[in-house]
Every structure is written in C-alpha cells, then in structure tokens.
C-alpha cells in the first residue's frame, strides 16, 4: 500500500475530479427523516460521499441533508443514477433535469446509467456526453457493465466513463473486471460491499474480524479499500454508520486479504449483469 488510507483519502477520476474512497449507500432508505437521519449521521461521522438514484425514491431527502449540513458544497461527492425506463437521448436529458431538480443542487459529482440496458445505451451514453460537456455533472460513468459492455461502449464513445459500479466483495471478487478497469482509467467501485449482510455470519470473516477486535462489516468495507476500489456501505443506524466508518485504524495483512480472496463465490446478492445483451 502506498500513503496510509484515511476517511479523507481520494481517488483521481481521469478528468482530474476527486473522489471520496467511503461513501454511504442509500438504497432501500425510507424516504423522509430515515434518509434524512442517515446522511446527517454520515457527515457528522466524516463522510463526504452519498450514493443515491432516482430508483431509490429518496434524492429529495439526500439533497435536502447536503443543503442542511453547513459543508462546503465542494466538499461533498453526490451521486444519482438514470433509471432504466429512461434511456433513450430525450428522456435522458429530462431524467436528468428531473435528479437534479429533486436533489436540489446545481450539479451532480457523479452521474451513472444504472444498468447496461439493451438497444439504448448508446444513446443514452450520448445525453451523458452532453451533460458532462455542458458542466452538469462533474464525471459521468456506468453500473452494472461487464467488461462486454465496457468494450462496446469504449469503442464508440467521445468521453470515456469514469467510474463503473458494479457489485464487488470477497464473495464476489471481480479480479478481470477490476483489472480491465483499472487498466482504462475506470475507476470500479463497490455496491452492496457488505453482500446486503447475507455473508456477514461467514467463519474466515469471523476469524479475521476477532483477529483485529473489529466487526465483520468493518473487515469487508477495509478488504474494498485495500484492493483499491471505493466503496458504498449502507446503513440507515447511526451506529453502524459510525463503525464503518472506522476503518482505517487497522489495516489487513497479506494472509487476511488472501483468506478473504478465497471467499469467492459469484455471489450476485440482486442483479446479475453476466449475460445481460
Ligand atoms: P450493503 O452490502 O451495503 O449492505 C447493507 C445491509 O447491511 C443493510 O441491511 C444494513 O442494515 C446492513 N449493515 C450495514 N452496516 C452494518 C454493520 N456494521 N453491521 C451489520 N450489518 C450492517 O448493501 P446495499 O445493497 O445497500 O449496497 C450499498 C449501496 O450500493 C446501496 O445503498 C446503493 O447506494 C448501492 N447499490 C447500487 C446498485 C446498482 O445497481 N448500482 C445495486 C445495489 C446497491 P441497516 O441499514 O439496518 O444497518
């Protein structure tokens, strides 16, 4: 590892913009003080980081806590993403107004096709283009894309993506993706890292867990960070929100990130994009 993590630590975007390594998810947030109490709890715990999206129903609450919270707006990296039912060039450009209109912000750090949908995304990625060319989003990017989807988009596009989200955790350890990305300039970065606390009871997760006196939770998100991707826990409880975000006071050997490699299991915990067309 190069210099020491910290919550503060970045990643460069190709076009120069910094991203923070932490951030909170939002997905499955109720609407209203849940949403709102829980990006509160992240700022005040050092987050600088939302993840949201238009499925997500909650972009009003997610910008309201932005505007509320006294932070520079500079110093807060907001994300949404373009729902499937609007791709298309059009419907793009006013889903996007939409976002951003709910958010309340003037612009998005981060805007994201939400998945790879077919006969569209072309167009779709156009809208992008302009979006990011007239300001509105700092950087521009895509989720759910395979390495397939990459490609096809690579080949055909004026301004490359940024960043790919895609779910990524030692139970679905994405080594060619990663590498793929990494080799372009692709900052990936890592949904559902807690595998939505299906795995959070598994016995290596444990062992290293107690190794360190830490959370299996913690071990995840820090097991994201030191394979070099950023990563976007979900927690809607203050308390949670706050561990992991203590992450960065112990830091894993080479063992405890070969044991963690070795959980790999494909575990796809919502969507699978493998064989989407
Ligand atoms: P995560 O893997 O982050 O897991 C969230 C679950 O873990 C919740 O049930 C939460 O419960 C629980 N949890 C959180 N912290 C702890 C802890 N310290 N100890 C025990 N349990 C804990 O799941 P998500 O699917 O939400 O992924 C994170 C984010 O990634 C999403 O919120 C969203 O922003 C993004 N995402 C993007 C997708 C895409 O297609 N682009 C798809 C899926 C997610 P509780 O809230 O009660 O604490």
């Not at 991203?19 to 003080?33: N, T």
């Not at 759910?144 to 993506?161: D, G, I, K």
């Not at 995840?220 to 992991?244: C, D, F, M, T």
Request: net charge neutral; glycine share 8%; with cysteine.
């Amino acid at each position: 590892m190069g210099e020491a993590l910290t919550i503060d630590s970045t990643v460069t975007l190709t076009n120069g913009v910094a991203m923070p390594r932490l951030g909170l998810g939002v997905y499955e947030m109720r609407v209203g003080a849940e949403t709102l109490g829980a990006v509160r709890g992240a700022f005040e715990a050092g987050y600088r980081h939302v993840d949201t999206a238009k499925l997500y129903g909650n972009e009003r609450e997610v910008g309201a806590a932005v505007r509320a919270s006294g932070i520079a707006r500079s110093e807060i990296f907001v994300t949404t993403k373009l729902w499937n039912s609007d791709h298309g060039y059009d419907a793009t450009r006013r889903a996007f107004a939409a976002s951003v209109e709910r958010l309340g912000l003037e612009t998005v750090d981060l805007y994201l096709i939400h998945w790879p949908v077919h006969g569209r995304r072309a167009d779709t990625w156009r809208a992008l283009e302009a979006i990011y060319e007239e300001g509105r989003a700092r950087a521009i990017g895509v989720s759910n894309y395979t390495t397939r989807h990459l490609e096809e988009l690579l080949a055909a596009c004026r301004v490359a993506p940024m960043v790919n989200q895609v779910e990524f955790s030692p139970f679905l350890y994405q080594r060619d993706l990663l590498a793929y990305c990494r080799e372009r300039g692709i900052v990936l970065e890592a949904y559902s890292p807690l595998t939505k606390g299906e795995r959070l009871g598994d016995a290596t997760l444990a062992r290293v867990a107690a190794r360190h006196g830490v959370s299996p939770a913690q071990v995840l998100i820090r097991w994201a960070l030191q394979r070099g991707v950023v990563v976007i826990p979900k927690s809607a409880r203050r308390e949670r929100i706050v561990q992991n975000a203590r992450v960065f006071d112990f830091a894993l050997d080479e063992k405890d990130m070969a044991a963690l490699d070795a959980l790999h299991e494909d575990l796809h915990t919502s969507w699978d994009p493998t064989d989407a067309p």
